[in-house]
């Protein structure tokens, strides 16, 4: 089968939505690290339409930070490929041309910077996960100790890490006297601009105080809230998306119908017309980032672990049953929603149940298992922050730590029928380490795990509050399992 290229594309069945652009004309604007699922089917979508519009020279050229998967996939097909949007209605094609250049940065790390000191670049977007920013999660500031961190302090003019690559050619800007490139992180980390910032201006400043300085008052790094559900492609969807093209396409993405960003407007190099394309350009986007990471990710994050352990491969699966689809709801109602400082306008109840069809979605096959990793990461902004707050205001965690517990049931790395779990974090070794030791007994294993400074910081574990409600939740999985505690923690 012919593949999906620059050539083919004049081919492709009507139905099939193609760049409405000349895309062998796009010029680059934009370097984006990360260039996954996510950015593909979320910025670099909005950005083909900023070019559909007319808008010129805000092409992608994007980089793997690890592996040379996507390139291999995608630089035989001139960058192309097919974003299928999938609901109960059937899945919605369309190619995207925004992705104009393919990079691999541990092959050749020089390219990359190159692209990245290009005065034609105004902005550098980053998905590389909450891990790939090489920061203690809990702090949210560098851990100096990474071992990426420190080969990058070590070889700095050959990075690894995106924060070495993002000082490299920050630097290698200055002293070429080109302005610097605004730095948009597009993770789903708490205060994502502020964050990275800090992560930045520390490394620059390990390196010389100086290039610190200048990281911190002359680079703009705005923050960002990103939304939407991108499952993992599998096989079937490869076959799928090629039957409909009639051309292969090694890689497309699937997504849902419902896409979000929120983009704090503050760009000194310039910016594409992003608000032309449904981008909401505001001042302040931390009700956004909180509302959407603790009602969405703090939801998902919970019906992984515990919908893994009760036995459920997707999310839909775990909306499907019914003390599930109440836990989600209480949750949400009774002890996310109070802790909530929400964005102007915003209706609420009308986000939440938005929020819950979404997870609905039977054409998504969304896995609890992918969701499930890194949840290192992951917990401090979607559950422990918001158990932090309701208990700042003497309110009840019953449902947090219902969802924290699954968490720790789950990194002890056997489900309930005795079956190891590829449990992916990168704390993997030291959470195995510790529930070893503990053996699965509530008493132990909770203390053992809130140990973990790096997901709990250091002042909760001292909560008896907290402690108490954590080890209760966790001893009644480990009893009666995960349905069974979350059919009694949402009946009683
Ligand atoms: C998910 C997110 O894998 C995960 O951790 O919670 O990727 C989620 O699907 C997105 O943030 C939705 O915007």
């Known amino acids: 089968m012919a593949r999906l290229t620059l050539k083919t594309l004049g081919d492709l069945p009507a139905a099939v939505a193609r760049p409405a652009y000349d895309v062998g004309a796009a010029e680059v604007g934009v370097v984006h690290l990360g260039v996954g699922a996510f950015h593909r089917a979320h910025q670099a979508v909005y950005l083909d339409d900023v070019m559909a519009r007319g808008a010129k020279g805000w092409a992608v050229a994007g980089a793997s930070l690890r592996a040379a998967d996507t390139y291999d996939a995608l630089a035989p097909q001139d960058g192309l490929y097919t974003l299928a949007v999938r609901s109960g209605e059937g899945d919605a094609l369309r190619v995207v041309g925004s992705l104009r250049r393919l990079l691999v940065a541990p092959r050749d790390p020089e390219a990359l910077l190159a692209a990245m000191c290009d005065p034609k670049v105004r902005i550098v977007t980053l998905t590389v996960t909450e891990k790939g920013y090489c920061h203690d999660p809990a702090r949210g500031t560098l851990d100096e100790a990474h071992a990426d961190i420190r080969a990058d302090l070590a070889d700095p003019h050959r990075p690894r890490s995106a924060p070495g690559f993002l000082v490299e050619a920050l630097a290698r800007r200055r002293a070429a006297g080109t302005r610097p490139f605004t730095v948009l992180c597009c993770d789903n980390l708490p205060a994502n601009g502020g964050t990275v910032a800090r992560v930045t201006a520390r490394l620059a400043t390990l390196r010389d105080p100086d290039l ?56 000194p190099a310039g910016r594409p017309p992003l608000e032309e394309v449904g981008v909401q350009m505001v001042a302040d986007v931390a009700p956004y980032e909180h509302m959407k990471l603790r009602l969405l990710n703090g939801a998902h994050s919970t019906m992984a672990y515990l919908g893994y352990l009760a036995g459920h491969e997707t999310i839909a699966e775990v909306m499907a049953d019914p003390p599930f689809a109440q836990l989600v709801a209480r949750l949400q109602d009774e002890e996310i929603t109070p802790t909530l400082a929400v964005p102007p306008g915003a209706d609420l109840d009308g986000y939440k149940r938005a929020l819950r069809a979404r997870f609905r979605n039977p054409a998504l096959r969304h896995r609890t298992w992918q969701i499930a990793m890194d949840g290192s990461q992951k917990l401090p902004q979607r559950l422990v922050a918001t158990a932090r707050d309701r208990l700042a205001a003497n309110a009840p965690i019953d449902f947090l730590a219902l969802a924290i517990a699954g968490w720790m049931r789950y990194v002890a790395g056997h489900d309930e029928h005795g079956r190891a779990i590829d449990v992916r974090d990168p704390l993997a070794p030291q959470l195995r380490a510790l529930a070893d030791a503990a053996g699965l007994d509530a008493g132990r ?27 209760a939740a966790l001893s009644d999985i480990i009893r009666g399992g995960a349905a069974g505690a979350v059919g009694r923690r949402v009946t009683r």
Do not use: K, N
């Open 212 to 267: 610190g300085r200048f990281v911190e008052g002359e680079v703009a790094f705005p923050a960002t809230m990103v939304d939407r559900i991108v499952p993992a492609t599998t096989d079937a969807d490869r076959a799928l998306v090629a039957g409909r093209l009639r051309v292969a396409d090694a890689w497309p993405v699937m997504a849902e119908p419902f896409s979000q960003w929120v983009v704090e407007d503050r760009f």
């Open 445 to 471: 294993l909770a203390p053992a795990l809130l140990s973990v400074r790096e997901v709990f910081g250091t002042g909760l574990p001292a909560d008896p509050r907290f402690c108490g409600a954590v080890t």
